[in-house]
Every structure is written in structure tokens, then in C-alpha cells.
């Protein structure tokens, strides 16, 4: 039987601020929910929003935050570390520009920036439990992403030690999901090692297919480098726990393609759009996601170089709700059965 899926719900990283409504989790579940959500994604980054060591701790806090969201007659799909996962893994080029995702206690120490982020998230390994949640969304950070364009040419085994030591550092994390019973879903991602299939596969052969390595998935990301992502759903069909509902849009030129020629986000071939104004085959994926019986949210994630957030999130959740289809308890030719009959089964192919 298949399911239908949960939602619509939304990301709320996009939308968090110092003014209200988005500025505590009261405030702003109050404002998702006026707008006809029925869940929100929580980045554990946001403090206003959650202590997320608090709630691994405590499940008493775990509670009141769940009891917030309740109120407003949400769930919440899962917590975030994209910002605390991207920090596990982090190439020398990149320390300064990913620093400001960390305390300023591990500032200019990268070591000491890479434990903080193994803690945070041994830490929501045991607040998503806390919470009653079975998913959790993540990056999974990276060291060959500098060398993802093979000029100059990469020594041998440059690439292969990479992803062992990518396994080194999130097996652990995910063996701490795993006592938790939660998955762990990398959002499959550019600027992260983990950033197609193939790549995915790579990490997923190191960890021993672990059962916790699961995914994140977000056609914009494939849209934007030109990857097949309603195939993709069915080649990953049994590791897709989670759903982001983003749109993009890719406008080759004479002038630019995939890598944009370091333009702005309004000025690259490729960019985000509104949920509704890309190119993304919604309805289509949501097909899929209900043939293949995904059990999870279709979760907003709002990024766009044009539209105003507050609209795209109206029309986010108008139009998810649209595309989440009601699966049939029956089939559409019900009607036509004549039942079961083994001996008529036999007579009508000749074997009795």
C-alpha cells in the first residue's frame, strides 16, 4: 500500500530573524501555520529556536519545544545541522569563510571547530530522539571539493584518501544515530563531497552501507548541474528519507553555463527559484515519491534571487498541497474484477 505523503511543511533556516514573527519558534510556528503548514523543519543553528545541547540533555526541554510547535497544531519533520555537518569536514581553503558558522571560541583553530562539530552532532543524534523524530537533515562537508575539476590534473589516490577520511570522521556520528534510531540525510549538495550520486555511493561503500546513511533530497541541486532527478529517485529510491521541495531554473547562454562565470545569484545561468517558477517537474516527483511509498514531509525550502520570501512561502504551501496526492486505496479497475478462481485461472490458460 502506499502512502501519502506529510505535509506541506517548511524550512524555517530561510526565514528566521529579529523581528517578529520571525524571531522566536513561538512566533514564527504561529506564522506557518496561519500560512497552511503542517510542519517545520527546525535549524538547530537558530538559539531563539531551540538550545539543541538542552535538548539532547533534557528531555523535559525537549518537550516544551515540542509542546510550542504543538500548540500551533504543527509537527516538527526534522531538525537541521547543515551549517554544524558542513563544519565536520572542512578543506584549509575554506577554514576562514566557514568559521563564521562556528563559535567564536574555535575561531582560527580548525581542530578544535572540527570536534565542536562532531559534539553538535552527537548532540542532535540525542535531541531528535528527545523529539520522537526518526530523520534528521544534514551536510556532510568536504575536502575534495576544491579538486572537483580535474586541472590540474589530481594525483593518484588524492580523491580516494578524501572519502576514506570523510568515513573516518561521520561514522561515528552515524553509529550515534543509529543507537538513537534516527537517519541521518545528507543533503546531496554542491560545495559538499556529497554532491551526486556517484559521489554518495563513494561515501556510502566507505561506511560500510551504513543503515543511517540515507539522503536528503532536493531536485534544485540537480537541476542546476544537469542531473536526471526524476531517475534519481528511483535509483535511490530506498535511501531518500527526506524531501525538500526547492525549485531552480538552468538558462545556458553563449556566454556562461553550470559554473556561471562568478556571477551574482540573479545574473548565473543556473539559480533558485520560488517553488512555482522554476522548471522542476513537480507533479512528477511527487508521483514518484507516492509510487515509491516515501514515508517523510514534503518540506519548503525557500530560496529565490527575485521573490520576495513571504510570498514564495504562501505559494509554497499552496502549492504543495497541490501536488500531494491522496493515494487510492483500490485500484481504478476494481470495478471489472470477476474475484479469484483458481480452476477458472487454470481453465483460462489451458491447464485443466
Known amino acids: 500500500m502506499a502512502t501519502t505523503l506529510k505535509g506541506p511543511a517548511i524550512f524555517l533556516a530561510q526565514f528566521a530573524g529579529d523581528a517578529a514573527p520571525f524571531d522566536t519558534l513561538d512566533n514564527i510556528c504561529r506564522w506557518a501555520a496561519g500560512l497552511g503548514y503542517k510542519g517545520v523543519q527546525i535549524p538547530t543553528w537558530v538559539s531563539s529556536f531551540i538550545d539543541l545541547e538542552k535538548a539532547a540533555s533534557s528531555k523535559d526541554y525537549a518537550d516544551e ?19 554544524q555537518g558542513q563544519l565536520v569536514a572542512v578543506h584549509p581553503a575554506y577554514d576562514t569563510a566557514f568559521d563564521g ?3 567564536a571560541s574555535v575561531h582560527g583553530n580548525p581542530k578544535a571547530r572540527q570536534e565542536w562539530a562532531v559534539q553538535t552532532m552527537l548532540n542532535a543524534a540525542k535531541a531528535s530522539r528527545n523529539l520522537g523524530l526518526d530523520a ?27 572519502f ?12 550515534a544515530f543509529d543507537e538513537a534510531g534516527v537517519d541521518v540525510c545528507y543533503e546531496i549538495h554542491p560545495g559538499e563531497d556529497l554532491h551526486d550520486g556517484v559521489s554518495y555511493e563513494m561515501f556510502l561503500e566507505r561506511v560500510n552501507n551504513h543503515a543511517r546513511a540515507n539522503l536528503l533530497y532536493d531536485p534544485s541541486h540537480f537541476v542546476l548541474q544537469q ?30 553555463g553550470v559554473y556561471g562565470g ?25 508521483a514518484k515519491m507516492a509510487a515509491n511509498d516515501f ?43 470477476g474475484g479469484t478462481d483458481q480452476a477458472a485461472n487454470r481453465k483460462m490458460l489451458g491447464l485443466s
Request: aromatic share 14%; net charge negative.
Open 295 to 337: 514515508k517523510g514531509w514534503a518540506v519548503l525550502e525557500w530560496e529565490c534571487a527575485l521573490k520576495h520570501p513571504e510570498d514564495g512561502a504562501r505559494e509554497g504551501a499552496e502549492l504543495i498541497e497541490s501536488y500531494i496526492i491522496r493515494v487510492t486505496e483500490k485500484a481504478f479497475d476494481d470495478f471489472a474484477s
Open 164 to 175: 576514506d577520511e570523510l568515513a573516518r570522521r561521520w561514522t561515528p556520528i552515524l553509529d
Open 262 to 286: 562568478f556571477q551574482s545569484w540573479v545574473n548565473r545561468a543556473g539559480r533558485f527559484r520560488s517553488i512555482g517558477d522554476g522548471q522542476v517537474d513537480f507533479p512528477a516527483i511527487f
Open 136 to 162: 534528521h537533515a544534514t551536510f556532510s562537508g568536504s575536502l575534495a571539493w576544491p579538486y572537483i575539476y580535474p586541472w590540474p590534473q589530481r594525483p593518484a589516490g588524492l580523491v580516494e584518501e578524501a
Open 227 to 256: 542531473l536526471d532527478y526524476l531517475d534519481y529517485i528511483d535509483i535511490y529510491k530506498d535511501r531518500i528519507r527526506a524531501f525538500h521541495v526547492k525549485d531552480a531554473e538552468f538558462n545556458p547562454t553563449g556566454r556562461q
Open 65 to 83: 519545544i515540542r509542546g510550542i510547535v504543538n500548540s500551533h497544531g504543527l509537527e516538527i519533520t526534522e531538525l537541521s545541522t547543515h551549517l
Open 101 to 103: 558558522f562556528a563559535p
